[in-house]
DNA sequence: CTAAGATAGTTTTATTTGCAACTATCTAAA
DNA sequence: TTTAGATAGTTGCAAATAAAACTATCTTAG
């Protein structure tokens, strides 16, 4: 029987690993601004694409459950980082956008996340980052994980 | 400035990434065994290394709050799947080890959680696979997330 | 030897998270 | 048009997790 070491079982390391880059980032938004890992995502989804997008798209392409991402928009919406806007088309649905302060705030935490991600990375030379970042994505398009915003509803939510 | 894009984000992706294969391959022990993740993570620890250790141990070298791994250890010991030896050497500690039933447990969970690592990789050349775990292996290190049993008490629990 | 602090493990409590039910709205088919 | 089913979003509840307080035991400095 082949046996089986934890220490080389690949879904335990990644597991381990995500929840170490996990708390050490989350000293940068939470201790720093109050924010949790949902309500990052939603500022950074809002603040990559410039456009006001809905609570559905950011539930979705952030793999985070709807319920969640409802709490951290009235969260951020109590905080006056996020607005939402009616859609006379469809008035089951808000589309959201940063607010001038909101906007900030994502600018602000920019540069201390991508400091703490290539300090992270930093242990790899250029050549085995370009091949660990692109193993990831080839990972992650076989296990349809890709963010695609075209997208058919991906398999709902689990 | 420096843009962030959330998808190319490895934090995030690492967290995305983790996640999905944590459901995926929970369906095995989970369903087909009525395991949870750190129940399974004790069977583990305690399988691999043949001898028996304590909860701290295990706790420690899995990165999981000890509090978490004290209710599985009751539940497994409920289950008849590991068995608590006193050291009456220092009696605060009790040494866990897996019962034949236990064993034979972890025996069973090897071929299928094997399968799904492999299938999870599958995507990767024999190449690209040995160059992703190497940069994992590196980056744990450079993390000190290292599994080494003689260990300094890492960073205590978080 | 004794007292102060450290450590293993448990338990209580609070937080977080996901699930499921619900409301409101939209779509499509009879 | 009416009705059945789908979808966006919210909320109540339950499960999981972490934090913190607690017990018991050990270690070490005086």
Not at 13 to 28: D, F, G, Q, Y
Not at 33 to 48: E, Q, S, V
Not at 76 to 103: A, H, M, Y
Request: hydrophobic share 40%; proline share 4%.
């Amino acid at each position: 029987m082949t046996d089986l070491d934890l220490f080389k079982f690949v879904p335990f390391r990644l597991n381990r690993l995500a929840a170490e880059v996990s708390t050490a980032l989350a000293t940068e938004y939470a201790d720093s601004y109050g924010l949790d890992i949902p309500g990052w995502r939603i500022l950074a989804t809002l603040g990559f694409r410039g456009d006001a997008c809905t609570a559905q798209y950011i539930a979705r392409c952030t793999r985070t459950h709807k319920s969640t991402i409802s709490r951290a928009v009235t969260a951020l919406l109590g905080r006056g980082l996020i607005e939402r806007l009616e859609n006379t088309d469809d008035r089951r649905e808000f589309r959201l956008r940063l607010t001038d302060e909101g906007r900030a705030l994502y600018r602000a935490l920019i540069p201390p996340l991508l400091r703490r991600e290539a300090e992270i990375l930093s242990c790899l030379t250029e050549r085995e980052r370009i091949d660990f970042v692109m193993a990831l994505s080839k990972i992650e398009r076989h296990l349809d994980l890709v963010q695609d915003l075209s997208s058919k509803p991906p398999a709902d939510e689990r």
